[in-house]
């Protein structure tokens, strides 16, 4: 198994390890942020911090397409979920409405975006891993 | 009617076989790839840059099209 593929693995494993723990949260603790649970995220910075980033780790033209094409991959879901909550609100409470989101809300929002792309990302690298044309 | 897609075949097992039994590990490191790529060009599985099949080339002393071949048609544009 190559780095790359550890790395998605061990991403992966964060978002879901996040999201059980964010499911557990809002459903048996009832007081307090659930968004601090979000903290846990930063444990996918831990493979980045021992050698995936090195400047002397050799990356491969395979690797780095793969890279790309899965970056590609989870910033385009995250763009995709972006254009639909806003068509959704939109639609919802009307285009001239005005929202006020608590602050809490607003960082929420941008933890599930990064949850979203780090799992898209993880999955694209896996499965682009495993097989087809110019994978 | 079957389509015949354009493809590129290697003979880079074979080409291993005729030089010593080279592992897929010694050619990585002479082409400067992991062996996980060369894994994946012998199952046809990724398409090597021109760069990339020159290198390997190199590495077994042969012109680039003993190691790769085209195969299908070329497609009509005009």
């Known amino acids: 198994m190559s780095d790359s593929e550890k790395w998605a693995w061990w991403t992966l494993g964060v978002v879901v390890l996040t999201i059980a723990v964010y499911g557990a949260f809002v459903a048996f603790v009832k007081s307090g942020h659930a968004a601090l649970v979000f903290g846990l995220l930063a444990l996918a910075a831990l493979p980045a911090s021992r050698r995936r980033y090195f400047p002397c780790r050799h990356f491969d033209e395979r690797e780095r397409a793969i890279a790309i094409k899965a970056a590609l991959v989870g910033f385009y879901a995250c763009w995709l979920a972006f254009a639909g909550l806003i068509n959704a609100i939109g639609f919802i409470k009307g285009w001239n409405a005005t929202l006020t989101v608590p602050v809490w809300t607003l960082i929420e929002t941008l933890c599930w975006a990064l949850i979203l792309v780090l799992g898209v990302q993880s999955l694209t690298t896996l499965v682009l891993y495993r097989g087809g044309p110019h994978a | ?78």
Do not use: C, W
């Not at chain 2, 490191?29 to 599985?45: C, D, N, P, S, Y």
């Open chain 2, 1 to 78: 009617m079957p389509s015949q897609e354009p493809e590129i075949k290697n003979h880079i097992r074979r080409l291993r076989f005729d030089h010593g039994e080279m592992t897929q590990d010694q050619l990585a490191k002479q082409a400067g790839v992991t062996r996980h790529t060369i894994m994946a060009l012998e199952a046809g599985k990724y398409f090597p840059s021109l760069l990339l099949a020159f290198r390997i080339a190199r590495v077994f002393g042969a012109p680039v099209e003993q190691v790769f071949e085209y195969v299908g048609q070329v497609p009509d544009l005009l």
